[in-house]
């Protein structure tokens, strides 16, 4: 089971305080699975785990005899695990049967038939006010007038939904780069003893989408980070091309927001030449709407803070971006709405992603990480699917 949530067997075999947050949750997460229970109530279980360790625990899951509660923002991973969908929406629970595709496109037909009978109700109503509004006054009339209102309090009102509208978000032509955006030539890594990379050489030309692939400890992160120039080869060398405006986003760029400042002073120092109208349209894209603009950055989410560091990136967008787990802590249409926008991206990126929409969305190439000789892939996820016959490196059966 260890072996299946990412651990190695030295880790297997070490101190458990040692462990990263992530890791610790799962360990946590396999003390859940190994008792076996008759309810499984998992909150977000994907969060944390790399793509091997996502579609063992589909498999692991798929055979599970109990039952299973869960929130996830994985829609592979509810596609192919849930029978039903509890959509809560202003206090009410409505229940699908089916999986997440087929709850999508049942509530978009829900939506439209209680749309159609709200228009037909509200109709109604107002042409019983209009009755009620102009025979008030005459006697004759004050039996059915009465009669129309008692009418009226007794109807149940339909309300429509009160989900969040999604705000999408259109790029800013990046300036454009020179053909060679990257160029890796004959780069060395090691941590210890171990050799994370010998010799790899590698070039990234204007347009490509890269997606870097691995188990934990792979180097993928280590990739991006030397890319970005986060980190140091001990041997080779990263050279970047002409004309680069570069965008590196990691879970440290959290850090550089002002924890005193509310979302909307936030944008307004990093972009104060622009329109108050602009940024509150900019934080609606992400997701903050009403009052969550005014909400003060110590006091978000983690997801939410991801919101606000990747909209502050792409606002005046970089023409190469170095994106490491980008969707990590998003909701389903935050992650749908940054896909959608980064189709229409005019620049270069590599990135590294644990999830599938990201992956089949917007990966025109792919380099997978089995080892000291990585395989470069040169079409997109979709093609690497089909020709490896796999979702992903390094899967344990």
């Known amino acids: 089971m260890l072996h299946g949530l990412g651990f190695d067997d030295g880790q297997i075999d070490g101190d ?14 396999a003390r859940v699975l190994l008792g076996r229970p008759a309810v499984l109530l998992m909150d977000e279980p994907t969060n944390h785990l790399d793509i091997e360790s996502i579609i063992w625990l589909e ?37 699908y049967t089916g999986d997440y595709d087929f709850y999508e496109r049942e509530r978009a037909i829900r939506e439209t038939n209680l749309q159609a009978a709200f228009a037909r109700q509200q109709a109604m109503l107002a042409k019983e006010q209009r009755f009620i509004d102009r025979f008030r006054t005459h006697a004759a009339k004050a039996a059915q007038v009465q009669s129309r209102i008692k009418a009226l309090d007794k109807i149940e009102r339909i309300e429509l939904p009160k989900r969040r509208q999604v705000v999408k978000f259109e790029f800013r032509p990046p300036p454009r780069s020179g053909d060679q955006v990257a160029v890796i030539e ?31 400890g792979a180097g993928k992160t280590t990739l991006l980070r030397m890319i970005a120039g986060a980190a140091e080869p001990d041997s080779g060398g990263i050279r970047l091309g ?67 560091a990747m909209a502050r990136m792409l606002y005046d967008p970089p023409n190469f971006l170095v994106l490491d787990e980008p969707t990590n802590h998003l909701d389903l249409a935050t992650k749908e709405m940054l896909v959608d926008a980064l189709k229409d991206f005019e620049g270069t990126m590599v990135f590294v992603s644990h999830d599938r929409t990201f992956l089949r969305g917007l990966a025109s190439r792919v380099i997978e990480l089995n080892g000291r000789d990585p395989l470069v892939y040169p079409g997109s996820y979709v093609e690497y699917v089909e020709k490896m016959g796999r979702e992903a490196p390094g899967i344990w059966r």
């Open 242 to 308: 002409a004309s680069l405006k570069l965008g590196y986003f990691a879970q440290q760029a959290l850090d550089l927001l002002d924890p005193e400042l509310s979302v909307i002073d936030q944008l307004q120092r990093d972009f104060p030449h622009d329109s108050l109208g602009s940024l509150r349209t900019l934080a609606g894209a992400f997701q903050f709407s009403g009052g969550d603009v005014d909400k003060r950055i110590r006091y978000l989410s983690g997801g939410e803070k991801s919101r606000l």
């Open 16 to 29: 458990c305080g040692a462990l990263s947050g992530g890791w610790k949750m799962r360990v946590a997460l």
């Open 186 to 216: 004959d780069v060395h890594k090691k941590f210890g003893p171990r050799a994370i990379y010998e010799g790899f050489s590698l070039t990234i030309r204007r347009g490509e989408r890269w997606a870097v692939m691995g188990r934990n």
């Open 59 to 95: 498999q692991f899951l798929k055979s599970y005899q109990g039952a299973i509660l869960m929130t996830s923002h994985d829609r592979d991973f509810m596609n192919r695990i849930v029978a039903r969908i509890a959509e809560i929406d202003a206090g009410e629970i409505v229940a």
